[in-house]
């Protein structure tokens, strides 16, 4: 990205943990250091926010697994997953205005063509400043002596993805085992034919025990599958398995985005099936929308339940939209059903308020947008004001 001086960033980044090392040094010089971490990453397309800085002692972790042990009960490796979570740890620091204003200055630069992609790369090359950050935070700071040889700093982000990066093999062995098994997993499955890999991940996609080293990773590898997967969790919308996974399955057919008769079927069924979870069915239309199906919404409008009707029809102009494959912004489908049920617009402005979380415009989109300000229906024109917004494209 031109205009970006990574190495201005790398170095801030690694000054804020030096700073926040010496202070804990000084306000608490009897604390033994065992590391410090990044963490607090976020980025949307709209907004990127410089992350927080926390220090690790001994000291301030024991008294945070006492404290815990004693709200929750005691369990197994508190310690170990305490260790490394910045917000529960006591010596936090957040960035300060300099930084921020280089957080500003990659979202400024990532933003300039209009096109999300193009701001992803930036977040992406923005995201890997901090490893490389920390690894010169951790030299400077052996160097000066303020911390031993075992410290270790690392940029910690939910995905799990800088971890790894922050650390020499030795240490991510030594410090996070978890990485290294959970790579295995990655390369196993990959390595499977794809009909195996699909049924391999379909449990844990759709029904998580929440165990193992991919915890959170098994639906978009699911998705990644693509076409493959369609069946499998067609079966699910069905009720055929995995009875409570009808939301994710649902979900993941959007993101997958291939309409086939067999998975229009089933959303249809699901969304239209009373004795289901509302949050399901609700789901189900979502991606019915998502998949340019919101005919099949509109023509039930009055057997179904209005907050059915209105996520599912809202969904296409939400941020979840941008969650995996989607078809172009298109306000046809909500403007045809407010033309024939014009009482309804106040639950859609309801449901797509100012701030619930918007789509971010492709530039292929923005024309589609503009000719929304002159819809007659508000919240039409609202959400294509503020996504035009959004993306700097209103004249």
Not at 2 to 15: D, P, Q, V
Not at 155 to 161: P, Q, S, V
Not at 301 to 327: K, N, W, Y
């Amino acid at each position: 990205m031109s205009g970006i001086n990574w190495r201005e960033i790398e170095e801030a980044a690694a000054g804020q943990i030096v700073s926040a090392v010496r202070a804990v040094r000084e306000e608490h010089p009897d604390e033994s250091v065992y590391g410090a971490m990044f963490h607090e990453f976020y980025g949307d397309g709209s907004v990127i926010y410089w992350p927080m800085v926390t220090v690790g002692t001994e000291e301030s972790l024991a008294e945070v697994v006492t404290g815990y042990a004693a709200r929750h009960g005691q369990e197994d490796d508190l310690e170990s997953s305490l260790r490394w979570s910045g917000p529960d740890l006591a010596h936090g620091n957040d960035p300060g205005d300099s930084e921020q204003a280089l957080a500003d200055s990659v979202h400024a630069a990532g933003s300039s063509t209009g096109e999300f992609t193009d701001w992803e790369r930036a977040y992406d090359r923005f995201l890997r400043c901090f490893p490389k950050a920390a690894q010169l935070a951790r030299k400077q700071l052996i160097a000066e002596k303020l911390v031993g040889k075992e410290f270790i700093a690392i940029a910690e982000d939910e995905a799990g993805e800088l971890v790894p990066l922050s650390l020499t093999k030795a240490q991510l062995l030594e410090h996070f085992p978890q990485y290294d098994a959970a790579e295995r997993e990655r390369r196993r499955l990959a390595a499977l034919p794809v009909e195996r890999r699909v049924l391999e991940l379909l449990p844990e996609a759709v029904a998580p025990r929440y165990q193992g080293p991919l915890v959170g990773e098994h639906e978009g590898l699911l998705v990644s599958c693509g076409a493959a997967a369609l069946s499998a969790l067609v079966g699910v919308v069905r009720g055929e398995e995995y009875p409570q996974g009808g939301v994710a399955a649902a979900r993941m057919l959007a993101e997958i985005n291939i309409s086939t008769l067999e998975v229009v079927d089933a959303l249809d069924g699901l969304m239209r099936r009373e004795d289901a979870d509302i949050n399901a069915r609700a789901w189900a239309a979502s991606a019915l929308a998502r998949l340019d199906r919101s005919d099949l919404i509109i023509a039930r409008v009055p057997e179904l339940p209005v907050e059915v009707v209105t996520r599912g029809m809202s969904d296409p102009f939400g941020a979840f939209r941008d969650r995996g494959a989607h078809r172009p912004l298109d306000y046809a489908p909500l403007d045809a059903l407010l033309r024939q049920h014009p009482l309804l617009e106040s639950a859609f402005e309801k449901e797509l308020k100012p701030g619930s979380g918007y789509c971010v415009l492709a530039t292929n989109e923005i024309p589609t947008a503009k000719a929304a300000l002159d819809s007659p229906w508000g919240v039409i024109r609202t959400h294509a004001r503020i996504v035009l917004e959004n993306a700097g494209a209103l004249r």
